[in-house]
């Protein structure tokens, strides 16, 4: 007997109700070791009390931001998009420079550039 869920896909799979640390439990109270969580289950594990309450902070903050997909250069969608949208801020995550940048020009250096409103740049 394996303790492997292999694939099958006729097989009725146990269903997650809820998770607790490291663990995912089913309807029955089973519990399963989350081998496949990603990196922040891992780390933080699943129910945590403190992710739980940072999580419930911000969204009485701002309950909704929209995610964008579009499809072309990076930096001139992001100014297009600002332009659409009338924006008063762009905030934007960047890298530490590195040579290639200084030759090419990173994405964030070129949004500060050439945007028409403020944008905040957030490094790490």
Same mark, same amino acid.
């Given at each position: 007997m394996t303790h492997v869920f292999q694939r099958r896909i006729h097989a009725d799979p146990p269903r997650?109700? $809820?998770g607790d640390g490291v663990y995912i439990i089913d309807a #029955?109270? $089973?519990?399963? @070791?989350?081998?496949?969580?990603? +990196? +922040?289950v891992s780390c933080l594990g699943h129910s945590d009390a403190d992710v739980i309450q940072?999580? $419930?902070d911000?969204?009485?903050r @701002?309950?909704?931001a929209h995610p964008v997909v579009r499809v072309g250069n990076v930096y001139e969608e992001i100014l297009k998009l600002a332009g659409e949208i009338s924006c008063d @801020?762009?905030?934007? +995550?960047?890298?530490q420079p590195k @040579?290639? #940048?200084?030759?090419?020009?990173?994405? +964030?250096a070129r949004v500060v550039r050439h945007a028409t409103c403020s944008v905040l740049v957030v490094r790490e």
């Amino acid at each position: 007997m394996t303790h492997v869920f292999q694939r099958r896909i006729h097989a009725d799979p146990p269903r997650a109700k $809820k998770g607790d640390g490291v663990y995912i439990i089913d309807a #029955d109270g $089973k519990r399963y @070791l989350d081998a496949s969580g990603g +990196a +922040a289950v891992s780390c933080l594990g699943h129910s945590d009390a403190d992710v739980i309450q940072a999580i $419930k902070d911000q969204t009485e903050r @701002l309950p909704f931001a929209h995610p964008v997909v579009r499809v072309g250069n990076v930096y001139e969608e992001i100014l297009k998009l600002a332009g659409e949208i009338s924006c008063d @801020l762009i905030v934007m +995550a960047s890298h530490q420079p590195k @040579l290639e #940048d200084y030759l090419l020009g990173p994405n +964030a250096a070129r949004v500060v550039r050439h945007a028409t409103c403020s944008v905040l740049v957030v490094r790490e």
